[in-house]
């Protein structure tokens, strides 16, 4: 899936536009919880447009996708030995 797929698919499935770092688990599919998203945050490298509401932390939900699609690498496979 290409990135642009995968923003807007994301920001389509979620029921708001804006995510809750607790709910951060969810939107992104179970790949990344909310200590880590806390941990991102704290090191400046997390999604932009973060914002409190009350003592929650809240991200609009276009540039959370935005962030899950930029943490995609992709995954070289070995060469398969030929045994034969």
């Known amino acids: 899936m290409d990135r642009e797929t995968l923003i807007k698919s994301l920001t389509e499935k979620w029921p708001s ?4 770092r607790t709910k951060f688990h969810e939107f992104s599919g179970g790949a990344f919880k909310p200590g880590t998203l806390a941990n991102k945050d704290s090191k400046g490298v997390g999604p932009k ?3 409190l509401i009350g003592k929650g ?3 609009p939900a276009s540039d959370a996708a935005a962030w899950v699609a930029d943490q995609l690498r992709p995954v070289e496979l070995p060469a398969t030995a030929d045994f034969g």
């Not at 536009?17 to 809750?20: E, K, N, R, T």
């Open 17 to 20: 536009d804006i995510v809750p």
């Open 49 to 51: 447009g973060r914002m």
């Open 57 to 59: 932390v809240y991200y």
